[in-house]
């Protein structure tokens, strides 16, 4: 289950499915939860090399905020966001749902202002 | 990262907006929740490995005790006392006790708590109070509980036996480290000891954190009280000669100036009186660090563990030639050498080591034992061995502790091993959880997890770790600059152009090599040096910001490094030495230990030189020095801090 985690700190964005294929086709024939990094390292670096996974641009990310706000108020309602992340496509479990908003949202307000919280996940990688 | 080309946002852009951002956005946190693991985890690792290494250095000291031991007849010509001081065994009376306390009175200004006795529980909850007031309690009552906990030991087993029933759960708790937020926190959500609440900690109580002593005396007062239901078993760390380097002599000293020393005397024995294990029902055996596979329990169950008094004290090395009729042939001393003590005050090589272990080993994912070069002492067990010793002593797990667990406790060896460690933000606020486990009925486990949170609420993801990243950081840069020398002379060696600069690949073998820190090099290379855009490493860089404060300016930058990278073990010598804790020693002492503390580290340090910064130290020209500022003067300035740091914890 580690396996996500260092692929996707290596830039790579899969979603939850693509994720479970990858890591179907490094496994073991016998599932032992366990990953051979010979077998690991020529299909990672693969996936490097073709570029796949790659995370949509910031400014896509962007609109799809904005379309969440018709309004352009800047930002979003903690319940709002909620809403929408536990709606449809691949939800958040609510362990992640948790840590998503301490890190989004400051701890006395209700709001989050979604380009500053962009931002900082982008200024992150560098 | 770079941005991706338009041809992939076109095809984006069919999809249905509202699904856009519920699939992108959990994938963006995602990607950024993982890298800031990666950047968590790695930090977590640099600590645990330069934590082991402090440890490794431990045993460096323990040969330079063995060293000194066979070079004894020179010492002796110099300083006669000296070795009995090292070496020699506490006499074991208890008239000590009533001249020891009935001298001390406890003055009407008092304002701590105060204790009857015999004690009751009341005693534990006014203790208790006092503690979270920030009280001290006055050095009368430390000592009688000191001296009533010592008698009680004495006549424990070497492991104590519980069982479980229907009607009570036994609670196991792991590494305190003088962390005594941890405990109460755990008091207040799994009740206070009692009869009806019965516990096992699993040692290390002390060391590290700043309220070890209190906690000592938690525990000591419940084990009075409540006897068989609370079981003690002793750590590494309840060791005198691992506090002086690790901080709980420093404690009591600093808490008790006048009977300190009385203090620390008592406690040496108490701690060599502290039972090595508990078994529950036959089938769960508690032991602080681990097994090794010559763990003998039938050996463990009858050795005289109160002659164990320090891990870095080695037994007495054996001499075949003045034989000696004792029929457990025990070690013996070379001849020559006046021991108070006789030979059979010490253990043999072979129980020694049979401690050693079961204080020390870690587990493994790798089959089989080998050393455990990481801490210097113990080894690291496989699965294997595990199944072996569990199968011959027909236990079902064992219960440990030793290691810091981000999680609090984890299971290993196929669910027969688990870890359980109880201070939470060991290395750092934020680092890690604590843990404690119960036992059921029937041997159930149910674990509980906490963690201990400042007054500020609960940090965000990314701030914990930007403080974890930047503590390991630092601590790092210390290990590098107290190597400078050595580390530059690494780097020219790789440098054959004289360019200043090398490879990714060179300097991260340097690194590691100079070092002995086996750490994600690459990963860190952008805390601690300068790449150029074609990737090579400017190494000259890695000591911009930091460097060592020259106490005296006209020593020489090596002399330096070497009294910066040894300051640990020379405070420990140094203590030792000051048998009456006085913070002083004589130029001559001084002297004849450094001498052989060069000629056994191998340094190549001109006498003249050390002797120059002796007698700069001796400020009061009566040929003392005290050695705390001594080795004060040693410290690193972070160029980019306001504040010079003195002792970081770890170090």
């Known amino acids: ?126 | 990262m770079k941005v991706q080309d338009s041809s992939k946002a076109t095809r984006r852009d069919r999809l249905s907006i509202d699904n856009k951002s519920c699939i992108d956005h959990p994938n963006w946190y995602r990607g950024y929740r993982a890298r800031l693991k990666t950047r968590q985890h790695c930090g977590m690792y640099t600590f645990f490995n330069i934590d082991s290494c402090i440890e490794a250095a431990s045993s460096q000291l323990s040969n330079f005790f063995s060293f000194m031991l066979e070079n004894y007849v020179h010492i002796q010509e110099k300083d006669p006392t000296l070795v009995n001081r090292l070496f020699g065994c506490a006499p074991q009376d208890d008239r000590g006790r009533q001249e020891c306390i009935g001298i001390i009175e406890v003055p009407e200004s008092y304002s701590g708590p105060r204790l009857q006795f015999p004690l009751n529980t009341n005693s534990l909850t006014i203790m208790i109070e006092a503690f979270k007031k920030q009280q001290i309690l006055h050095a009368y009552y430390v000592l009688e509980i000191l001296f009533e906990t010592k008698e009680a030991m004495k006549q424990m087993p070497n492991f104590t036996h519980i069982r479980t029933c229907p009607t009570k759960e036994i609670t196991i708790c792991g590494d305190l480290h003088g962390k005594l937020e941890d405990l109460l926190l755990i008091f207040s959500k799994n009740g206070l000891p009692s009869g009806y609440n019965p516990y096992v900690f699993n040692g290390d109580f002390v060391d590290r954190g700043k309220y070890s002593i209190e906690i000592l005396m938690i525990l000591f007062v419940s084990f009075l009280l409540f006897g068989d239901d609370l079981c003690l078993n002793r750590g590494n760390h309840e060791d005198f000669l691992m506090n002086m380097r690790y901080g709980f002599t420093k404690e009591v000293l600093s808490k008790y100036k006048i009977h300190g020393k009385k203090i620390l005397q008592v406690l040496e024995e108490v701690f060599a009186w502290l039972p090595l294990g508990t078994i529950i029902d036959d089938e769960i055996l508690i032991m602080h660090g681990g097994i090794s596979e010559s763990t003998d329990l039938n050996l463990l169950h009858h050795i005289e563990r109160n002659k164990m008094k320090s891990v870095l004290m080695p037994p007495v090395p054996m001499d075949k030639d003045s034989g000696t009729e004792t029929k457990k042939n025990k070690g013996h001393v070379p001849r020559g050498v006046k021991l108070s003590g006789s030979p059979s005050d010490y253990l043999t090589k072979h129980e020694w080591e049979q401690v050693i272990d079961i204080l020390w080993s870690d587990p493994r994912g790798k089959r089989g034992c080998y050393p455990n070069t990481c801490r210097g002492g113990g080894c690291y067990f496989g699965p294997d061995v595990t199944s072996k010793f569990l199968n011959k002593n027909r236990l079902k797990l064992l219960i440990r502790s030793h290691e810091c667990k981000p999680e609090g406790y984890e299971i290993c060896h196929d669910g027969k091993v688990i870890t359980v460690f109880s201070a939470s933000n060991y290395y750092e606020e934020g680092s890690n959880r604590g843990a404690y486990i119960k036992v059921g009925f029937c041997t159930t486990l149910r674990f509980f997890q906490y963690q201990v949170t400042k007054a500020t609420c609960l940090r965000p993801l990314h701030q914990r770790v930007n403080t974890i990243e930047s503590s390991a950081i630092r601590i790092l840069k210390e290990r590098m600059v107290s190597r400078k020398t050595d580390l530059i002379r690494s780097f020219q060696l790789q440098d054959r152009t004289k360019s200043g600069k090398i490879s990714m690949g060179q300097w991260a073998f340097s690194m590691e090599n100079t070092l002995g820190l086996n750490l994600p090099w690459r990963t860190l290379s952008s805390h601690l040096v300068l790449t150029d855009d074609d990737g090579n490493i400017d190494y000259m860089t890695c000591f911009h910001d930091i460097h060592i404060q020259k106490p005296v300016k006209e020593a020489q930058s090596a002399l330096i490094e070497t009294l910066y990278r040894y300051r640990s073990d020379l405070q420990i010598i140094f203590n030792v030495i000051d048998s009456d804790h006085s913070g002083l020693i004589s130029m001559e002492e001084f002297h004849s230990m450094w001498k052989l503390f060069c000629s056994h580290y191998n340094l190549h340090i001109g006498d003249s030189q050390v002797d120059e910064l002796a007698e700069r130290m001796d400020l009061n020209k009566d040929g003392s020095i005290d050695f705390n500022e001594f080795l004060k003067a040693f410290y690193v300035i972070h160029q980019l801090d306001n504040l010079s740091r003195s002792n970081t914890q770890l170090a």
Do not use: W
């Open chain 1, 1 to 126: 289950r580690e396996i996500g985690t260092i692929i996707r700190s290596l830039g790579c964005c899969p979603n939850e499915g693509e994720l479970h294929d990858l890591i179907a086709e490094v496994e073991e024939e016998e599932p032992t939860g366990y990953i051979r990094f010979e077998k690991f390292l020529p299909v990672m670096t693969n996936i490097l090399v073709e570029k796949r996974y790659r995370p949509i641009p910031e400014e896509i990310l962007l609109q799809a905020f904005e379309v969440l706000d018709p309004t352009k108020r800047g930002y979003l309602s903690k319940e709002e966001l909620i809403k929408y992340m536990t709606e449809e496509g691949e939800p958040f479990s609510q362990e992640e749902m948790e840590e998503m908003l301490s890190a989004a949202i400051g701890p006395e307000s209700n709001f989050i202002h979604y380009r500053d919280y962009i931002t900082m996940m982008v200024i992150d990688e560098n």
